[in-house]
Protein backbone atom coordinates (compact mmCIF):
# COMPACT_ATOMS: atom_id res chain seq x y z
CA UNK A 1 0.00 0.00 0.00
CA UNK A 2 1.29 3.79 -0.69
CA UNK A 3 2.45 5.63 2.13
CA UNK A 4 0.52 9.04 2.50
CA UNK A 5 1.23 12.13 0.86
CA UNK A 6 3.78 9.70 -1.35
CA UNK A 7 3.58 9.75 -5.41
CA UNK A 8 5.03 6.82 -7.41
CA UNK A 9 6.26 8.33 -11.33
CA UNK A 10 7.52 5.86 -13.65
CA UNK A 11 10.30 7.81 -15.80
CA UNK A 12 13.15 6.91 -18.54
CA UNK A 13 16.03 6.18 -16.50
CA UNK A 14 18.09 8.70 -17.87
CA UNK A 15 16.05 11.23 -17.74
CA UNK A 16 15.78 10.57 -14.15
CA UNK A 17 19.99 11.14 -13.70
CA UNK A 18 19.49 14.11 -15.16
CA UNK A 19 16.63 14.79 -12.34
CA UNK A 20 18.69 13.89 -9.88
CA UNK A 21 21.76 16.18 -10.75
CA UNK A 22 19.62 18.63 -11.51
CA UNK A 23 18.02 19.23 -8.95
CA UNK A 24 21.00 18.66 -6.71
CA UNK A 25 23.04 21.42 -8.38
CA UNK A 26 19.98 23.93 -7.84
CA UNK A 27 19.70 23.34 -4.19
CA UNK A 28 16.24 21.87 -4.07
CA UNK A 29 14.32 19.02 -2.88
CA UNK A 30 12.79 16.34 -5.89
CA UNK A 31 9.47 16.87 -3.39
CA UNK A 32 9.73 21.05 -4.39
CA UNK A 33 10.31 20.51 -7.68
CA UNK A 34 7.43 17.64 -8.40
CA UNK A 35 5.04 19.69 -6.58
CA UNK A 36 5.51 22.50 -8.56
CA UNK A 37 5.51 20.57 -12.10
CA UNK A 38 2.30 19.04 -10.89
CA UNK A 39 1.10 22.39 -10.23
CA UNK A 40 2.48 23.88 -13.80
CA UNK A 41 0.82 20.84 -15.66
CA UNK A 42 -2.94 21.33 -14.36
CA UNK A 43 -2.72 24.88 -14.55
CA UNK A 44 -1.54 24.79 -18.55
CA UNK A 45 -3.80 22.17 -19.05
CA UNK A 46 -6.73 23.64 -17.43
CA UNK A 47 -6.49 26.50 -15.36
CA UNK A 48 -10.25 27.06 -14.41
CA UNK A 49 -10.34 22.96 -13.40
CA UNK A 50 -7.22 23.34 -11.59
CA UNK A 51 -8.56 26.60 -9.36
CA UNK A 52 -12.04 24.59 -8.70
CA UNK A 53 -10.58 21.29 -7.33
CA UNK A 54 -8.00 23.33 -5.16
CA UNK A 55 -10.82 25.45 -3.50
CA UNK A 56 -13.22 22.37 -3.44
CA UNK A 57 -9.79 20.59 -1.34
CA UNK A 58 -8.73 23.56 0.73
CA UNK A 59 -12.56 24.00 1.84
CA UNK A 60 -12.58 27.74 0.57
CA UNK A 61 -16.74 27.55 0.19
CA UNK A 62 -17.35 26.79 3.97
CA UNK A 63 -14.64 29.31 4.77
CA UNK A 64 -16.68 31.88 2.45
CA UNK A 65 -19.73 31.26 3.99
CA UNK A 66 -18.23 31.85 7.98
CA UNK A 67 -16.87 35.07 6.37
CA UNK A 68 -20.15 36.41 4.99
CA UNK A 69 -22.22 35.85 7.91
CA UNK A 70 -19.69 37.27 9.94
CA UNK A 71 -18.94 40.36 8.20
CA UNK A 72 -21.88 42.22 9.34
CA UNK A 73 -21.01 43.95 12.44
CA UNK A 74 -23.00 46.87 12.36
CA UNK A 75 -26.78 47.49 11.63
CA UNK A 76 -27.83 47.72 8.09
CA UNK A 77 -30.68 50.17 8.91
CA UNK A 78 -29.38 53.13 6.76
CA UNK A 79 -26.79 50.96 5.20
CA UNK A 80 -26.14 51.92 1.01
CA UNK A 81 -24.93 50.36 -1.45
CA UNK A 82 -22.31 52.42 -3.40
CA UNK A 83 -20.66 51.88 -7.00
CA UNK A 84 -18.30 53.41 -8.79
CA UNK A 85 -19.11 53.52 -12.79
CA UNK A 86 -16.04 52.98 -15.51
CA UNK A 87 -16.43 52.77 -18.65
CA UNK A 88 -18.60 49.50 -20.01
CA UNK A 89 -18.55 47.35 -23.11
CA UNK A 90 -22.23 47.88 -25.09
CA UNK A 91 -23.65 45.42 -27.89
CA UNK A 92 -22.54 45.88 -31.79
CA UNK A 93 -23.28 48.47 -33.20
CA UNK A 94 -23.42 51.35 -30.04
CA UNK A 95 -20.60 52.63 -28.50
CA UNK A 96 -19.65 52.33 -25.26
CA UNK A 97 -20.29 53.91 -22.29
CA UNK A 98 -18.66 56.01 -19.64
CA UNK A 99 -20.26 56.30 -16.51
CA UNK A 100 -22.17 59.11 -16.96
CA UNK A 101 -23.45 57.25 -20.05
CA UNK A 102 -24.74 54.33 -18.09
CA UNK A 103 -26.48 56.18 -16.06
CA UNK A 104 -28.49 57.81 -18.91
CA UNK A 105 -28.96 54.60 -20.53
CA UNK A 106 -30.64 53.06 -17.19
CA UNK A 107 -32.51 56.68 -17.03
CA UNK A 108 -33.61 55.89 -20.81
CA UNK A 109 -35.12 52.26 -19.22
CA UNK A 110 -36.57 53.43 -16.34
CA UNK A 111 -38.58 55.96 -18.31
CA UNK A 112 -39.79 53.83 -20.66
CA UNK A 113 -40.76 50.66 -18.05
CA UNK A 114 -40.90 52.20 -14.66
CA UNK A 115 -38.07 50.21 -13.45
CA UNK A 116 -35.36 48.50 -15.37
CA UNK A 117 -32.49 45.63 -13.91
CA UNK A 118 -28.98 47.16 -13.35
CA UNK A 119 -26.18 44.60 -13.45
CA UNK A 120 -22.66 44.15 -12.56
CA UNK A 121 -20.01 41.29 -11.88
CA UNK A 122 -17.86 43.57 -9.75
CA UNK A 123 -17.49 41.42 -6.55
CA UNK A 124 -15.98 38.36 -7.76
CA UNK A 125 -18.63 36.06 -5.66
CA UNK A 126 -21.68 38.71 -5.80
CA UNK A 127 -23.56 39.64 -2.59
CA UNK A 128 -23.20 37.11 0.32
CA UNK A 129 -26.95 34.95 0.43
CA UNK A 130 -27.05 36.60 4.18
CA UNK A 131 -26.73 40.26 2.83
CA UNK A 132 -28.99 39.80 0.03
CA UNK A 133 -32.04 38.62 2.38
CA UNK A 134 -31.64 41.50 4.61
CA UNK A 135 -31.60 44.08 1.94
CA UNK A 136 -34.58 42.27 0.62
CA UNK A 137 -36.40 42.07 4.17
CA UNK A 138 -35.83 45.57 4.22
CA UNK A 139 -36.98 46.27 1.16
CA UNK A 140 -40.49 44.54 2.50
CA UNK A 141 -40.73 46.09 5.45
CA UNK A 142 -41.23 49.42 3.82
CA UNK A 143 -37.96 50.66 3.91
CA UNK A 144 -35.88 52.53 1.51
CA UNK A 145 -32.90 50.57 0.01
CA UNK A 146 -30.22 52.76 -2.30
CA UNK A 147 -27.73 52.31 -4.33
CA UNK A 148 -25.35 55.52 -4.85
CA UNK A 149 -23.70 55.87 -8.34
CA UNK A 150 -19.94 57.54 -8.43
CA UNK A 151 -19.61 57.77 -12.03
CA UNK A 152 -15.97 57.16 -12.58
CA UNK A 153 -15.01 59.96 -15.47
CA UNK A 154 -16.13 62.77 -12.85
CA UNK A 155 -14.73 64.11 -9.61
CA UNK A 156 -15.13 60.92 -7.31
CA UNK A 157 -18.48 62.12 -5.63
CA UNK A 158 -21.41 60.17 -5.63
CA UNK A 159 -23.72 62.25 -8.46
CA UNK A 160 -26.64 60.16 -8.87
CA UNK A 161 -28.99 57.24 -6.58
CA UNK A 162 -31.82 55.12 -7.18
CA UNK A 163 -34.28 53.09 -4.91
CA UNK A 164 -33.80 49.36 -4.98
CA UNK A 165 -36.73 47.22 -5.26
CA UNK A 166 -35.06 43.94 -5.39
CA UNK A 167 -31.91 42.39 -4.95
CA UNK A 168 -30.82 39.09 -6.36
CA UNK A 169 -27.01 37.88 -6.70
CA UNK A 170 -25.86 34.75 -7.46
CA UNK A 171 -21.84 33.23 -7.63
CA UNK A 172 -22.31 32.84 -11.26
CA UNK A 173 -23.38 35.09 -13.94
CA UNK A 174 -26.92 34.58 -14.76
CA UNK A 175 -29.38 36.31 -16.91
CA UNK A 176 -32.05 38.70 -15.62
CA UNK A 177 -33.78 37.11 -12.65
CA UNK A 178 -37.22 39.62 -14.42
CA UNK A 179 -38.34 41.44 -17.15
CA UNK A 180 -35.29 41.06 -19.33
CA UNK A 181 -36.98 43.53 -21.28
CA UNK A 182 -35.97 46.30 -19.33
CA UNK A 183 -32.55 46.18 -19.28
CA UNK A 184 -31.41 49.24 -21.79
CA UNK A 185 -30.85 48.64 -25.44
CA UNK A 186 -26.85 49.13 -24.98
CA UNK A 187 -26.46 45.73 -22.78
CA UNK A 188 -29.37 43.34 -24.28
CA UNK A 189 -31.66 40.83 -22.77
CA UNK A 190 -29.17 37.64 -23.25
CA UNK A 191 -26.61 40.30 -20.32
CA UNK A 192 -25.37 37.98 -17.99
CA UNK A 193 -23.88 39.35 -14.42
CA UNK A 194 -23.31 38.12 -10.83
CA UNK A 195 -25.54 40.78 -9.12
CA UNK A 196 -28.91 42.24 -10.47
CA UNK A 197 -30.65 44.99 -9.32
CA UNK A 198 -34.13 46.04 -9.65
CA UNK A 199 -33.91 49.95 -9.48
CA UNK A 200 -36.34 53.03 -10.11
CA UNK A 201 -36.25 56.92 -9.27
CA UNK A 202 -32.55 57.13 -10.86
CA UNK A 203 -31.74 60.49 -10.48
CA UNK A 204 -29.33 63.45 -9.68
CA UNK A 205 -28.19 62.76 -5.61
CA UNK A 206 -26.52 66.25 -4.00
CA UNK A 207 -27.55 65.40 -0.59
CA UNK A 208 -24.88 62.22 0.44
CA UNK A 209 -21.40 63.02 -0.46
CA UNK A 210 -18.43 60.78 -0.17
CA UNK A 211 -16.97 63.22 2.30
CA UNK A 212 -19.75 61.47 5.25
CA UNK A 213 -19.56 57.79 4.02
CA UNK A 214 -17.86 54.90 5.70
CA UNK A 215 -17.65 51.40 5.16
CA UNK A 216 -19.72 49.14 7.05
CA UNK A 217 -17.43 46.54 7.59
CA UNK A 218 -14.67 48.41 9.05
CA UNK A 219 -15.79 52.09 9.66
CA UNK A 220 -12.80 53.15 7.11
CA UNK A 221 -13.83 56.45 4.83
CA UNK A 222 -15.01 56.12 1.48
CA UNK A 223 -13.44 58.77 0.26
CA UNK A 224 -9.54 57.45 -0.05
CA UNK A 225 -11.13 54.13 -1.34
CA UNK A 226 -12.02 56.31 -4.38
CA UNK A 227 -9.49 58.20 -4.54
CA UNK A 228 -6.82 55.23 -5.06
CA UNK A 229 -9.24 53.72 -7.23
CA UNK A 230 -9.32 51.04 -5.01
CA UNK A 231 -12.99 50.09 -4.89
CA UNK A 232 -15.71 49.95 -7.05
CA UNK A 233 -18.74 48.45 -5.02
CA UNK A 234 -19.42 47.88 -1.44
CA UNK A 235 -22.05 48.85 1.49
CA UNK A 236 -21.33 51.71 3.12
CA UNK A 237 -23.56 54.32 5.64
CA UNK A 238 -23.63 57.74 6.22
CA UNK A 239 -21.56 59.53 9.49
CA UNK A 240 -23.54 62.29 9.18
CA UNK A 241 -26.49 62.16 11.81
CA UNK A 242 -30.24 63.40 11.24
CA UNK A 243 -29.81 65.96 13.74
CA UNK A 244 -26.86 67.24 11.75
CA UNK A 245 -28.51 67.27 8.36
CA UNK A 246 -31.52 69.34 10.08
CA UNK A 247 -29.19 71.52 10.90
Not at 13 to 29: R, V, Y
Request: aromatic content about 10%; hydrophobic content about 35%; some cysteine.
Amino acid sequence: MARAGYLSIQADETLKTIFDEFTQIKGITKSTALNQMLETFMLATDEELYIELKKKACNVEYVKEILENAEDTVSMKDEFIIMKLGESETLPGYFDLSGKGVIDAYICAIVKHGYTWFSTSALYWGIAAKKVKSFNARIKRGETVQILFVPGDDDNEVRYSAVIQEVSSSRNETLCPGNAATIPVEFGQNETAKIWLKITNLQSESDISVDNLKFSKDDSPVKSALTGSQFHFGYVYSSETKSEKVS
